[in-house]
């Protein structure tokens, strides 16, 4: 409908500068359909605002797979329209599932009552400052330096994208929270605040259901997880039923520190996909790997550790000159030198911009500095670190426990590292299982196919002086097990299947020493075993298991 004065989207019902009444390309056609399909009482001589336009662009990629649901406020044609993707896109994760009623703890440096936490719906549970306990909720509501880290990390696995109108939202954008601060005054995160947060979930964890611990920062001594504190107390929590995810760090050259060392505690390692949406990334990024203390290959699985959105914390000086920036280039050219002259003082920019003799060197200038900060809108902005593909992980796991409830940590492990996917042509040292695979690991809980094993494997039973393994497969027609222990023969010790896809055999006890072993399924596929942490490479891009029997 329209008037003399105004114009209204017949779609919509906003007032609009013009509407559209003709469509030319394919795309446009696929477009119109649409509508039509959608608005069976439109006609194409009614017209169309150009935001409505884009809005039914979006759901025809949608629906080929290509973009996640943005909804009409953004312009998005392809992917090559998004300046960071969104997580939960490049992940492929399932949208239905949103961590709603799980509980994450972030133990980390510090944390700010961010709007995508809180605006829309009350998450958090608990905010604590470990560090004096007697600080409330009002001190989180204000940045501190200290705000920095933890809000990135909580954000960028439960926020629901408010500042972003939902784009750049969490995978667990349902989940509630618990946030403990550990960074003192001194701005230093030491392990004796650590374990003193990690005593608080103990304590605490039945009162705020507590079901996953996420730790993006760790003690600076590399030790045997027997003889750390920290790893005591995470190994503690797992006890408890409660998933413990620890980033491993980002020097490729450096060893691996509790809590990340910790037997069951899972480790987080990182790839990096180049910001380009592609199943299996060719990189990795330049995380902690390797052997620690006690001869456990850490990491176990790898998820996305750069080209991260993340919030820019409010009230800051890189939240002011975000928003100046880009208040500067969305200006029209007429506007845009009395914009800069307003917004100048606020960013970092130098005189030399005002010397432009076009409104493009200007605007050159502008997106020189946006891209140098890694800003990416007003409130976000770009960042990397296994920081923040564990807490990628977090939100995973978060989707496993809503659609199932009763899962334990063994079995959150289990059906984490049987679906994970090796990366080809990259050290299996540096990568563990792989990438973590959130529609694989969901698919897997809801065919309830985590049925879990009646016991450990490999288990040493000394009475019967056998050793007993067990591996869970409910579609292989023949599994075997090889190791150095028999030469690797390929068919001579079978498995027997028995009930719920569960498959065993028990070998008389062997010497003590240290053996090497795989399962081999239906002559064709060969696989660790997943339940037993201890594994080396295989000089095939792989891990052997390994069996200790000690005297």
């Known amino acids: 409908m329209e008037t003399s004065n105004t114009i209204i989207c017949p779609l919509c019902r906003d007032t609009v500068d013009r ?18 399909e ?86 958090i549970k608990k905010m604590v400052d470990i560090s004096d306990p007697s600080r409330t909720k009002r001190f989180f509501s204000k940045p501190h330096p200290s705000a920095w880290h933890g809000t990135m990390t909580s954000v960028v696995c439960a926020g629901d994208g408010y500042c972003s109108h939902g784009l750049y939202k969490g995978i667990a954008s349902d989940a509630e929270l618990v946030l403990l601060k550990v960074q003192d005054e001194q701005q230093r995160i030491s392990a004796t605040n650590i374990c003193k947060a990690l005593k608080w979930v103990l304590r605490h964890h039945k009162k705020y259901n507590i079901r996953i611990v996420n730790m993006s920062i760790g003690d600076d001594e590399a030790c045997s997880y027997k003889d750390s504190e920290v790893d005591i107390l995470a190994e503690r929590l797992v006890e408890a039923g409660i998933v413990v995810i620890a980033a491993v760090g980002n020097n490729e050259n450096d060893s691996i520190k509790p809590p990340a060392n910790a037997l069951n505690v899972i480790s987080i390692g990182g790839v990096d996909d180049e910001n380009t949406f592609t199943r299996s990334p060719g990189k990795l990024y330049h995380s902690n790997y390797g052997r620690t203390v006690d001869g456990l290959m850490k990491p176990e699985l790898l998820a996305h550790a750069i080209w991260i959105a993340a919030p820019i914390l409010p009230g800051t000086r890189e939240h002011a000159e975000s928003k100046a920036l880009h208040a ?35 605007r050159k200038l ?3 500095r946006i891209q140098q900060c890694k800003y990416i809108s007003p409130d976000y902005m770009h960042v990397d670190g296994t920081s923040f593909a564990a807490p990628i992980v977090c939100a995973v796991i978060a989707q496993l426990l809503e659609a199932e409830p009763s899962l334990t940590p063994a079995m959150i492990r289990n059906t984490l590292f049987s679906t994970a996917m090796r990366l080809e042509g990259l050290p299996a040292e540096r990568q563990g299982y792989g990438l973590v695979q959130p529609r694989r690991s969901l698919l897997k809980i809801l065919k309830r196919s985590f049925i879990m094993k009646p016991i450990v494997s490999p288990r040493i039973n000394k009475t019967k002086k056998t050793i007993e393994f067990y591996i869970h497969n409910d579609c292989a027609q023949q599994i075997s097990l090889a190791g150095s222990f028999n030469h690797w023969a390929q068919d001579v010790l079978l498995l027997e299947p028995g009930m719920n896809g569960i498959w065993k055999i028990e070998i008389p006890l062997l010497p003590a020493g240290k053996y090497q072993y795989k399962f081999f399924l239906d002559d064709t596929m060969w696989m660790e075993d997943v339940d037993n942490p201890y594994r080396e490479p295989d000089g095939h891009s792989g891990f052997n298991s390994v069996l200790l029997v000690e005297n």
């Open 19 to 36: 509407l559209y009444y003709r469509f030319h390309i394919d795309s446009e056609k696929k477009v119109l359909e649409k509508i039509k």
């Open 38 to 123: 959608q608005n069976p009482s439109w006609s194409e001589q009614d017209g169309v605002c150009s935001r409505c336009v884009d809005y039914y662009h979006t759901t025809i990629v949608i629906e080929q797979r290509v973009l996640p649901e943005a909804g009409p406020h953004f312009p998005i044609k392809s992917a090559d329209d998004f300046i960071i993707l969104p997580t939960g896109l490049r992940l492929d994760a399932d949208p239905r599932y949103t961590g709603k009623g799980v509980t994450i703890c972030f133990i980390d440096s510090g944390f700010y009552l961010h709007p995508d936490l809180h605006a829309h719906s009350k998450r």
């Open 366 to 368: 502008i997106v020189h």
């Open 328 to 362: 500067i280039l969305e200006a029209g050219d007429a506007d845009i030198r009395s914009v800069l002259r307003k917004e100048h003082a606020k960013t970092q920019l130098g005189e030399e911009i005002g010397n432009c003799a076009d409104t493009a060197g200007i």
